[in-house]
Nanobody, 126 residues
Framework: QLQLVESGGGLVQSGGSLRLSCVVS????????IGWFRQGPGKEREGVSC????????YYVDSVKGRFAVSADNAKNTVYLQMDSLTPEDTGVYYC???????????????????WGQGTRVTVSS
C-alpha cells in the first residue's frame, strides 16, 4: 500500500523559507515519481514540482522556478521541497503524490498519480 506523509508546513513571513518533507512507505523512490501540488484558498489544486530519481529529472511550475527546489533522499524514502522567497501567493495546503515514473511525461496531470498524502498547510503572511 502506497503511503505518503507530508510535514514541515507552518506560518512564515513573506520572504521567508520552509522545507517540506514527504516520507513515503510501501514503495521506493526508484519506482515512483513524486509530485508536489498545492491548493490555495478559493483556488483549484495546481502542480508545483515533480521529481523522478529514476530519470534524474525535476519539474517546476513557472511561478516557483528559482525559488523552490525539490530533492530526494532515496535511503530515507523522503522527498523534500525547499521553498525560499515565499510570498502570500504561496499560501495553501501542499500535497505530495506518487505516480509511476511515466507520470513525468505530464508532471502536473493529477490523474497520473495514484496515491496522495494528507497535506500540510503553509501560510505566508505579508
Amino acid at each position: 500500500q502506497l503511503q505518503l506523509v507530508e510535514s514541515g508546513g507552518g506560518l512564515v513571513q513573506s520572504g521567508g523559507s520552509l522545507r517540506l518533507s514527504c516520507v513515503v512507505s510501501g514503495f521506493t523512490l526508484d519506482d515512483y515519481a513524486i509530485g508536489w501540488f498545492r491548493q490555495g484558498p478559493g483556488k483549484e489544486r495546481e502542480g508545483v514540482s515533480c521529481i523522478s530519481t529514476t530519470y534524474s529529472v525535476t519539474y517546476y511550475v513557472d511561478s516557483v522556478k528559482g525559488r523552490f527546489a525539490v530533492s530526494a533522499d532515496n535511503a530515507k524514502n523522503t522527498v523534500y521541497l525547499q521553498m525560499d522567497s515565499l510570498t502570500p501567493e504561496d499560501t495553501g495546503v501542499y500535497y505530495c503524490a506518487a505516480g509511476e515514473n511515466s507520470a513525468v511525461a505530464h508532471p502536473f496531470f493529477e490523474d497520473g498519480y495514484e496515491a496522495w498524502g494528507q497535506g500540510t498547510r503553509v501560510t505566508v503572511s505579508s
